[in-house]
Each structure stands twice: as C-alpha cells, then as structure tokens.
Nanobody, 120 residues
Framework: QVQLVESGGGLVQAGGSLRLSCAAS????????MGWYRQAPGNQRELVAT???????NYADSVKGRFTISRDNAKNAVYLQMESLKPEDTALYFC??????????????WGQGTQVTVSS
C-alpha cells in the first residue's frame, strides 16, 4: 500500500504565504512525477503545479510567479511554496504522485487534501 499525507494548509490573509508538504510512504520502488492540484467548492479539480523526478516543473498560469514546487527524492516528498496568496487561491489542495511499486505496477495516488483559505 502507498499513502500520501499532506500538511501545511491553513488560514492566511491575502498577500500572505503558506508552504504545503506531502510525503509518500509504503511500497515504493520509485516515484515519477509529483504534483499539486486544488478544488474549490463547485469547481472541478485543477492542476496547480507538477514536477518530474529530474526536477522539471510546470505551473498553471494562475499561479506562475507566485508558487514554487520542489521535491526531495530521498524523502519521497513534494512541497509547494505559495506566496502573494489571493482569495481565489482558496481551495482544498491535493498531492498526487505517479508511483512504481516493487512489483513494477504503476499507479497514480492521491492524498486526502489540505485546506487553504485566503481571507481578503
């Protein structure tokens, strides 16, 4: 079994910062891409940022220049540094990872989500 556990969400004023963390554990041979997604009430889940095992990153236009994704392969962890937060960033943030297990089975896994609320 594989688990992804997020942390770091909370309530912050507009213009503030938060850092999200996500750690993967369990039967893991290697982790390919990792990423962050978010879902606001009434909206579909959307991509925020992704990062490959080699460190190449991709961002949604709405967060470019404000959010930074990074990872620590030794810790099977991914992070999202969020700066200059806006009320429209309010959402439930989910971690995602593309994982190969020791049996060579490849699956995508999701965390349970961490709430980010930005007040105006």
């Amino acid at each position: 079994q594989v688990q992804l556990v997020e942390s770091g969400g909370g309530l912050v004023q507009a213009g503030g910062s938060l850092r999200l963390s996500c750690a993967a554990s369990g039967r893991i041979l290697l982790i390919n891409a990792m990423g962050w997604y978010r879902q606001a009430p009434g909206n579909q889940r959307e991509l925020v940022a992704t990062i490959t095992s080699g460190g190449s990153s991709n961002y949604a236009d709405s967060v470019k220049g404000r959010f930074t994704i990074s990872r620590d392969n030794a810790k099977n962890a991914v992070y999202l540094q969020m700066e200059s937060l806006k009320p429209e960033d309010t959402a439930l943030y989910f971690c995602n990872a593309d994982i190969l297990d020791p049996g060579r089975r490849r699956n995508g896994y999701w965390g349970q989500g961490t709430q980010v609320t930005v007040s105006s």
